[in-house]
């Protein structure tokens, strides 16, 4: 039927190769993305970015010969490819020694051997631009540009043994970190890994070795299938093994990887594959229905994305389901929690509505809503005279907050105040939360208005209960947010055959919000809760303080203190001097507390010199501590760390 049309089978093969070809790319670049933005700080997940750039190099050259016929635009791009053909096997030799170095297997010859190996990918590479030796004339196939090729130097046959004895040794390294692994989710991961060990084989020019002795371009079905099933297989060995790498060193938790992860597979490569499949397709579609190229690729794209993002809504739950299975209606209920949630905003809101139908549909003047805080009553939300407001919650008196505290309404300054009482009983009562403001007695009120009443206040209660019982729950997640990271961190760690013995509690200066605490506990050094409650309190220097001192905030003072002190030069002390900046900046800001424009014009800065300054005084301040806690990890201990820490208070 599409022959009528000017298309052949071969046609359509070479266009599904082409899009595989894309998607092949699509998915490389868009995990080498992924893996930057998530995972930049582990060293496995950089040299397996090194190796997905180069492979992603090999295929852009192929969908780029696809658009050129002439000699010198082939030569140009199957030279682009060779970019990433020369370098692939010394990235996948750099990519098995790092993964190999995670297991505690360090070998500094096999450092040695994969600088050399990046040494003869730039040989190669050298060859390739300025010389014959490596590749000489371009074969060009007249009816598949995909099958160009450059026919071998005398050189080639030397780097096809490197190639492949360089990627046999990289495989090789990769089994050995998958035997050393000693846990079944450790072993599990490095599965992934090994079992993609040859797709960096996929890039190797093939045809420069079986033209001579097969010509598969001129059967370009044959060619086509191979050349699919190739792309198929690189795609679906490059995102396992991305896969793979994507938890080393991540602190969350594994299902919020592999959500992340296919989330993000989903919504680019797979999104950006369709499109280009919907472009792709312009051409035999044109001629088919007789209509201009922009039009058929307008609608095309357009009706494929808005299809696309329909079937990703509909499919969503189906996908979840499948990738926690076991943890559905948990991760079901934390999904439905955030819509749950009421923010101070979403309180005042819905307060604003029930006193706003209060005053609508009882027809008073006036109304208002009034919360618990600290013992005693404040206005939230008012509509009507917020003064009178005011002036009724002013006159009452202790009597009347009593009778309220019972449940019994009372009227002050022209309101009936009925009370709002949280519907869980603490300690066999229910407490009080606030009351509501009534320009008119409510039991003057019709049975239609007194049903709508209790409603209204039945909504002002719930409203009320939720908010104490997510601030009782925000403040919970708060205490226990350190010892989360803590246990993540605990958890994402993996055996190794040669591993230390693993410490239950991580310390403190693995943490990045390190420096953060450090400050946190300079904002409140004569006091406060992020003193008293510091993470610092977890450092071994911080516990022997509190041997001589059951106290934590002048535990955490006396460590900031020492190291305060080990920040001052042996020189006389100058306020002009550069080498007293850092000390003066940390005195004078948080020991005597002055103000900032004040310690500015003392130290002849700008304020904002100066904020840079203190915040250099800072991280050397968490140095400092870092140098006092490795001291005492190994058994040298701090001079003054257990030293009586001080009482006084700023004068």
């Known amino acids: 039927m599409l022959a009528g049309f000017g298309i052949t089978l071969g046609d359509v093969v070479a266009r599904i190769n082409l899009v595989l070809t894309s998607a092949t790319v699509i998915v490389a670049v868009s995990l080498l993305a992924y893996l930057l933005v998530h995972n930049f700080?582990?060293?496995?997940?950089?040299?397996?970015?090194?190796?997905?750039?180069?492979?992603?190099?090999?295929?852009?050259?192929?969908?780029?010969?696809?658009?050129?016929?002439?000699?010198?635009?082939?030569?140009?791009?199957?030279?682009?490819?060779?970019?990433?053909?020369?370098?692939?096997?010394?990235?996948?030799?750099?990519?098995?020694?790092?993964?190999?170095?995670?297991?505690?297997?360090?070998?500094?010859?096999?450092?040695?051997?994969?600088?050399?190996?990046?040494?003869?990918?730039?040989?190669?590479?050298?060859?390739?631009?300025?010389?014959?030796?490596?590749?000489?004339?371009?074969?060009i196939h007249p009816t598949n540009p995909q099958a160009s090729y450059f026919e071998g130097g005398p050189l080639f046959g030397p780097f096809a043994w490197f190639f492949f004895l360089a990627s046999a040794y990289g495989a090789l390294n990769v089994f050995r970190a998958w035997r050393r692994c000693l846990t079944p989710t450790s072993r599990r991961r490095m599965s992934y890994v090994l079992v993609s060990v040859a797709a960096p084989l996929s890039v190797f020019p093939y045809l420069m070795l079986t033209s001579p002795v097969v010509d598969l371009p001129s059967r370009p079905l044959i060619f086509g299938a191979l050349a699919g099933l190739s792309n198929i297989a690189i795609t679906w060995m490059t995102t396992v093994m991305a896969y793979g790498v994507a938890y080393h060193g991540v602190l969350i938790p594994d299902r919020a990887v592999k959500r992340n992860l296919i989330k993000f597979l989903i919504q680019a490569p797979v999104l950006g594959s369709c499109v280009i499949l919907a472009m792709l397709l312009v051409p035999p579609v044109e001629r088919i229905l007789g209509l201009p190229r922009d039009t058929v690729l307008i609608f095309v794209v357009v009706i494929g994305i808005v299809a696309f993002q329909l079937f990703v809504s509909v499919s969503r739950p189906l996908v979840d389901r499948l990738i926690f299975w076991?943890?559905?209606?948990?991760?079901?209920?934390?999904?439905?929690?955030?819509?749950?949630?009421?923010?101070?905003?979403?309180?005042?809101?819905?307060?604003?509505?029930?006193?706003?139908?209060?005053?609508?549909?009882?027809?008073?003047?006036?109304?208002?809503?009034?919360?618990?805080?600290?013992?005693?009553?404040?206005?939230?939300?008012?509509?009507?005279?917020?003064?009178?407001?005011?002036?009724?919650?002013?006159?009452?008196?202790?009597?009347?907050?009593?009778?309220?505290?019972?449940?019994?309404?009372?009227?002050?300054?022209?309101?009936?105040?009925?009370?709002?009482?949280?519907?869980?009983?603490?300690?066999?009562?229910?407490?009080?939360?606030?009351?509501?403001?009534?320009?008119?007695?409510?039991?003057?009120?019709?049975?239609?208005?007194?049903?709508?009443?209790?409603?209204?206040?039945?909504?002002?209660?719930?409203?009320?209960?939720?908010?104490?019982?997510?601030?009782?729950?925000?403040?919970?997640?708060?205490?226990?947010?350190?010892?989360?990271?803590?246990?993540?961190?605990?958890?994402?760690?993996?055996?190794?055959?040669?591993?230390?013995?693993?410490?239950?509690?991580?310390?403190?200066?693995?943490?990045?919000?390190?420096?953060?605490?450090?400050?946190?506990?300079?904002?409140?050094?004569?006091?406060?809760?992020?003193?008293?409650?510091?993470?610092?309190?977890?450092?071994?220097?911080?516990?022997?303080?509190?041997?001589?001192?059951?106290?934590?905030?002048?535990?955490?003072?006396?460590?900031?203190?020492?190291?305060?002190?080990?920040?001052?030069?042996?020189?006389?002390?100058?306020?002009?001097?550069?080498?007293?900046?850092?000390?003066?900046?940390?005195?004078?800001?948080?020991?005597?507390?002055?103000?900032?424009?004040?310690?500015?014009?003392?130290?002849a800065m700008s304020e904002s010199d100066l904020y840079r300054k203190q915040r250099v005084a800072i991280e050397q301040l968490a140095l400092q501590i870092a140098s006092m806690e490795t001291a005492e990890e190994v058994g040298g201990g701090s001079p003054r760390a257990s030293a009586t820490v001080d009482t006084a208070a700023p004068s």
Request: with cysteine; proline share 4%; hydrophobic share 45%.
């Open 326 to 603: 076991g943890d559905w209606s948990e991760v079901h209920w934390l999904r439905r929690l955030d819509e749950r949630l009421l923010t101070s905003t979403d309180l005042r809101q819905l307060l604003e509505n029930i006193v706003t139908s209060i005053v609508d549909v009882l027809r008073v003047e006036s109304s208002f809503v009034a919360v618990t805080q600290g013992g005693r009553l404040v206005l939230d939300t008012t509509a009507g005279s917020e003064a009178q407001a005011e002036a009724s919650l002013d006159a009452l008196d202790d009597a009347g907050q009593v009778a309220i505290s019972e449940g019994a309404t009372v009227e002050r300054g022209g309101y009936w105040l009925v009370p709002l009482q949280g519907t869980e009983p603490v300690e066999g009562e229910r407490p009080l939360l606030g009351v509501l403001g009534l320009g008119r007695n409510p039991h003057d009120l019709t049975d239609r208005e007194q049903a709508a009443l209790v409603s209204l206040i039945e909504q002002a209660e719930r409203a009320l209960e939720d908010r104490r019982l997510q601030q009782n729950i925000f403040r919970a997640v708060r205490q226990l947010e350190t010892e989360i990271e803590t246990l993540q961190r605990a958890r994402s760690q993996m055996r190794y055959l040669g591993s230390p013995p693993t410490d239950a509690e991580t310390s403190p200066l693995d943490s990045p919000d390190f420096v953060a605490w450090v400050r946190d506990a300079l904002s409140h050094y004569w006091g406060g809760p992020k003193l008293a409650n510091s993470p610092l309190l977890r450092l071994r220097i911080v516990r022997a303080a509190l041997e001589s001192d059951n106290n934590p905030a002048r535990a955490v003072r006396a460590i900031l203190d020492e190291a305060i002190e080990r920040l001052k030069p042996d020189s006389e002390r100058s306020l002009q001097s550069v080498d007293w900046t850092l000390y003066n900046i940390l005195e004078m800001k948080f020991i005597k507390g002055q103000r900032t424009r004040d310690i500015a014009a003392r130290l």
């Open 41 to 139: 700080r582990n060293p496995v997940a950089r040299s397996f970015c090194l190796l997905l750039a180069f492979v992603s190099i090999v295929y852009s050259g192929d969908v780029f010969l696809d658009a050129v016929n002439d000699l010198d635009g082939t030569r140009f791009w199957l030279r682009f490819q060779w970019l990433g053909i020369a370098f692939v096997p010394a990235a996948y030799l750099h990519f098995s020694d790092t993964i190999l170095r995670t297991t505690n297997s360090f070998s500094t010859w096999r450092r040695w051997l994969v600088i050399a190996a990046y040494s003869v990918g730039g040989l190669a590479l050298a060859l390739v631009l300025w010389t014959t030796w490596l590749v000489r004339r371009v074969a």
